[in-house]
T-cell receptor
């Protein structure tokens, strides 16, 4: 079992819709959870972090964490073509571990 | 935030040769991290470069293949030695916003080095 799992996609959504990106992790002791966005040919950049169960909102982005289910998600409201990228889930156990990423395509 | 300059941005190398990747940070940091990102796969940590001591390598990575230097608190190099086509990948250096890896510690990345071995 991979330590951090994501569906590779592509996830295709129309402009203006909600994109839902999911991630599961294997280490129940993980404390911090991150979502990074990576445009093609670019480095990852941090979008959000979360470490408490529940929801955390920042603009169009909402991160959701459920430690009992070992599940973290990212919702993007009012998706824009500029949101098209690969989204990497990352988890801190004793080191930072990345998922393989989900490719999101927002079409006009 | 941290600004990281990494070079070269890309290279095409012959098998059997070595390539050294440089990483310069605009502030002093205790730890620098080297990752590999193969197509369609996770960022995988190669090693942690500590100033004043030897690098700490992750399982599956060895110093003979990926020697690392860390001469000061703002600079590190990663060498990919005796390259084969399987080493074709993107290599990224990284630093973290907190040296204690607190809950909201953010990782910053260099621009990456896209390596193709032919």
């Amino acid at each position: 079992q991979k330590e951090v799992e994501q569906n590779s996609g592509p996830l295709s959504v129309p402009e203006g819709a909600i994109a839902s990106l999911n991630c599961t992790y294997s280490d129940r002791g993980s404390q911090s959870f991150f979502w990074y966005r990576q445009y093609s040919g670019k480095s990852p950049e941090l979008i959000m972090f979360i470490y408490s169960n529940g929801d955390k909102e920042d603009g169009r982005f909402t991160a959701q964490l459920n430690k009992a289910s070992q599940y973290v998600s990212l919702l993007i409201r009012d998706s824009q073509p500029s949101d098209s990228a690969t989204y990497l889930c990352a988890v801190v156990s004793n080191k930072l571990i990345f998922g393989a990423g989900t490719r999101l395509a927002v079409h006009p | 935030s941290a600004v990281i300059s990494q070079k070269p941005s890309r290279d095409i190398c012959q098998r059997g040769t070595s390539l050294t990747i440089q990483c310069q940070v605009d502030s002093q940091v205790t730890m620098m991290f080297w990752y590999r990102q193969q197509p369609g796969q996770s960022l995988t940590l190669i090693a942690t470069a500590n100033q004043g001591s030897e690098a700490t390598y992750e399982s599956g990575f060895v110093i003979d293949k990926f020697p690392i230097s860390r001469p000061n608190l703002t600079f590190s190099t990663l060498t990919v030695s005796n390259m084969s086509p399987e080493d074709s990948s993107i290599y990224l250096c990284s630093v973290e916003s907190s040296q204690r890896r607190e809950m909201n510690t953010e990782a910053f990345f260099g621009q990456g080095t896209r390596l193709t071995v032919v």
